[in-house]
Nanobody, 125 residues
Framework: QVQLVESGGGSVQPGESLKLSCAAS????????IGWFHQAPGKERAGVAC????????FYADSVKGRFTISRDKAKNTVYLQMNSLKPEDTGVYCC??????????????????WGRGTQVTVSS
């Protein structure tokens, strides 16, 4: 059973930072991709960033390039999302998801098979 558990959310002011964690378990090998997805209140879920567990290659949505960094700690089976220069529009639930079928970094949501329940991020003055 693949399980993903997010943590690290909270409430911050614009310009501040948060670091989210996605703890993964249940994978049989290292051939998977982890993505972070954001759902703002009243909006559809959108991809933020993703990383290949095997080689560390990453991909970012244009809206977060230069502000967010995705990384992995293979020993801890954990993927992180460092979020800097946070904006009010970054507010929402952040979920991590895993794909066991893709070999490259992509944020096409339908290709992700397993999802965590999410962690809340609130950015406001």
């Amino acid at each position: 059973q693949v399980q993903l558990v997010e943590s690290g959310g909270g409430s911050v002011q614009p310009g501040e930072s948060l670091k989210l964690s996605c703890a993964a378990s249940g994978f049989t090998d290292d051939n998977y991709v982890i993505g972070w997805f954001h759902q703002a209140p009243g909006k559809e879920r959108a991809g933020v960033a993703c990383i290949c567990s095997s080689d560390g290659n990453t991909f970012y949505a244009d809206s977060v390039k230069g502000r967010f960094t995705i990384s992995r700690d293979k020993a801890k089976n954990t993927v992180y999302l460092q979020m800097n220069s946070l904006k009010p529009e970054d507010t929402g639930v952040y979920c991590c998801a895993a794909s066991l079928e893709i070999q490259i970094t992509t944020l096409r949501e339908h290709l992700y098979d397993y999802w965590g329940r999410g962690t809340q991020v609130t950015v406001s003055s």
